[in-house]
Nanobody, 117 residues
Framework: VQLVESGGGLVQPGGSLRLSCSAS????????MSWYRQAPGKERDLVAT????????NYVDSVKGRFTISRDNAKNTVYLQMNSLKPEDTAVYYC???????????WGQGTQVTVSS
């Protein structure tokens, strides 16, 4: 099983980034996919979730209207489009795959996002 994030980097406040998470080794289309983030010295927090078929999404209040989670089950990939980035969005962003009925959960290695002028 692998979850490989990409797309992180350094961006100025107000800028945009698109994170990608490529999955392999499990049935991607049957898993709920989420993005989490962890800032230095803080806990890992949920940012956004998309259901297995992509029909429903949820976001933490602090990113609503700025971030969009989406998935392409044909490509086994989940995305996080991040617009109007703020310094407080700086964190390591992790991809998560979860299937509660099977008690299975997988994590990626994380990708650093830094928002700074």
């Amino acid at each position: 099983v692998q979850l490989v994030e990409s797309g992180g980097g350094l961006v100025q406040p107000g800028g945009s980034l698109r994170l990608s998470c490529s999955a392999s080794g499990f049935t991607f289309s049957s898993y709920v996919m989420s993005w989490y983030r962890q800032a230095p010295g803080k806990e890992r927090d949920l940012v956004a979730t998309v259901t297995s078929a992509g029909g429903s999404t949820n976001y933490v209040d602090s990113v609503k209207g700025r971030f969009t989670i989406s998935r392409d089950n044909a490509k086994n990939t989940v995305y996080l489009q991040m617009n109007s980035l703020k310094p407080e969005d700086t964190a390591v962003y992790y991809c998560n795959a979860r299937r509660l009925d099977l008690l299975r959960e997988y994590w990626g290695q994380g990708t650093q996002v830094t928002v700074s002028s």
